[in-house]
Nanobody
Framework: QVQLVESGGGLVQAGDSLRLSCTAS????????MGWFRQSPGKEREFVGR????????YYADSVKDRFAISRDNAKNMVYLQMNSLKPEDTAVYYC???????????????????WGQGTQVTVSS
């Protein structure tokens, strides 16, 4: 079993930066791929980014590419989402997720992740 806890959310202005953290616990946490998703009111949960278990590969949604960056520190069982040049449309609850490195479906699908955190709110004002 893997437990995930997000932190670092808050209220910022457009153009600001924010770093979210995800603390993972469980003996297999460092061997899993980690993803970030977000959900705004009235919208479906959407993929933000993913990092492989080693940190060697990262993938991003087009909407955040070149602005967001995912990193991980397996020694600390931590995953980070650095968000720069934030826009009001980035406002959402952000979720950390963990799942197998090798998947049969798309890494952008929430079905490819087995474990989820409770989410942290990010609000970007204009």
């Amino acid at each position: 079993q893997v437990q995930l806890v997000e932190s670092g959310g808050g209220l910022v202005q457009a153009g600001d930066s924010l770093r979210l953290s995800c603390t993972a616990s469980g003996r297999t946490a460092s061997s899993l791929a980690m993803g970030w998703f977000r959900q705004s009111p009235g919208k479906e949960r959407e993929f933000v980014g993913r990092i492989s278990w080693s940190g060697g590969r990262t993938y991003y949604a087009d909407s955040v590419k070149d602005r967001f960056a995912i990193s991980r520190d397996n020694a600390k069982n931590m995953v980070y989402l650095q968000m720069n040049s934030l826009k009001p449309e980035d406002t959402a609850v952000y979720y950390c997720a963990a799942g197998p490195n090798i998947i049969g479906g798309s890494y952008t699908s929430s079905n490819s992740y087995n474990y989820w955190g409770q989410g942290t709110q990010v609000t970007v004002s204009s």
